[in-house]
């Protein structure tokens, strides 16, 4: 049988069955379903892309995948091409992994093992966000600080490694005064703090810890899993603050295949860059670079590009801010939007327990969690749509 993520196996409610998807529509046996999460905020241009899906037949005709150990390919290297061109700054150097997390641990290694090429191996902290999301593996866990997903790390007791801050300049300046010759990197998720409950702040923190880092030699890493490709309103918060690693994931390839980057600048990839065997980076997973995948994330950037999305994205966040003005309820903490992003936080998770099979029977998916009712669709929705999805939502308090 399958485990089911994040579930309580025993009282779970049943999943509801995909049997078919098309734009931004999920099909079941009895309805027709706005997807308002984009399969975990992937699936940009929507399901069934006939030029998505065409990226990865003719790419499947001639090799769905081969190991970059030893060999090379044209997906892989156009997309680290298309990437080194259109990321800003001299985000150059792309290390492919298959998902966020692994994309996570390897900027995290990349950073740690920077410093010791440096002959800073003292340097071991790294500072990340209150209520940071980086990912489930061992890491990213100690990276993130949210006990709800993670409290299993408790048994190992406070980590010695990861100091987390809000998202104040105070507490960052303080932070640096503190550790700053023990640290080595500042891990965030810039903008829009995503699993840790849509969490927005001011791009004045990230221009701070830009300076702070500079001035400290700590390595800035901006984990863009989610907020990458648009979601934020901007390309990239990367395009705002140019961090020294960039991490992409999740609508990398449009939602269709597991895949991720970690890309680095030139002063981090020269750290590496030198006769000694000892200094290379020892990372590979199996499944990196995989033909389909990057055959498909080329083709989901080009659409990214040629279609303007950007101005799709600021229409959803246009009509979003429209459709929310005026709205409240004594039970709504806040209402945050940003870009493709709306969330409604309560101040007591009851006050949303229902609300997916409500949903349901309207015709939208949800996935609300703790106390976050959130809409993150995708770009292609038309109008009508978007206004069903925040109507429902609405329609909740209004019982
Ligand atoms: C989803 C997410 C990850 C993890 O990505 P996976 O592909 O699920 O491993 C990491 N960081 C952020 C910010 C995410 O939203």
Redesign the pocket.
Known sequence: MIWYPYEQMKTMKAPYEILDADGVYLFTKDQKLIDSVSS??SVIHGYKHPELNQAIISQAEKFSHVMLGGLTHAPALKLSEKLQSWLPGDLDYCFYSD??????EVALKMALQYSMNRGEPQRTMILALEHA?????FK?MEAGDDEDYHFVLKAYGPSRYVVHIPTKTEALEEAFREYHDRLNCFLV?PLLQ??GGMRMYDVSFLKRARELCDRYGVLLIF?????GFGRTGNRFAADLVLPDIL?L??ALTGGYI?H?ATVANKKVFDGFYDDNPGHALMHGPTFMGNALACSVALKSIELFETQDYLSKIRRIEEITRREMEGFSDPRIREIRIMGGCVCVEVDDPAVIKGYQQFAYERGVFSRPFLKYMYAMVPYVIKEEELVQVLDTMKAWFAR
Not at 133 to 137: A, E, I, L, V
């Open positions: 975990w905020w998902s966020g997390s692994v994309a996570v999301y980086h990912g489930d593996t990213t998720e995503g699993a984990d863009e899993v989610a907020t991490v994931g999740k597991g991720a």
